[in-house]
């Protein structure tokens, strides 16, 4: 996978770049679709710091935007609305017709109570 970082007004810190790769890593392992990413990150006039996200999954382009006044607030926005994006693809897939039938958790048995 291909991660690429840039910070429009200054460097990237190494805290940001673990915080960032960590989390692409995780969704890696948890969706695996994601082929490259590419994370902007830029402090806007006043105090909100804004992420930037697209990421280049099997078949799709996703895109995902999130401004808050911490950084690293900002940045768990920005992957919770990736995350979701990715599990849908990743549903689509293998609910597709032709693909295997998914594979479901066994209902749990119901316990009746006996008085």
Partial sequence: M????????????????????????ESQKRYNVITSAQVTVEKSNGKEEIVEATIHATGKDLFAKASEENLFAALDSLAHKIDKQLAKIRDIQTNK??????VMAEPEEEISEEE
């Fill in 2 to 25: 291909n991660i690429n970082i840039t910070n429009r007004n200054d460097k990237v810190s190494p805290a940001l770049r673990d915080k960032i790769e960590s989390w692409l890593e």
């Fill in 97 to 102: 017709k032709g693909s295997g039938i998914p």
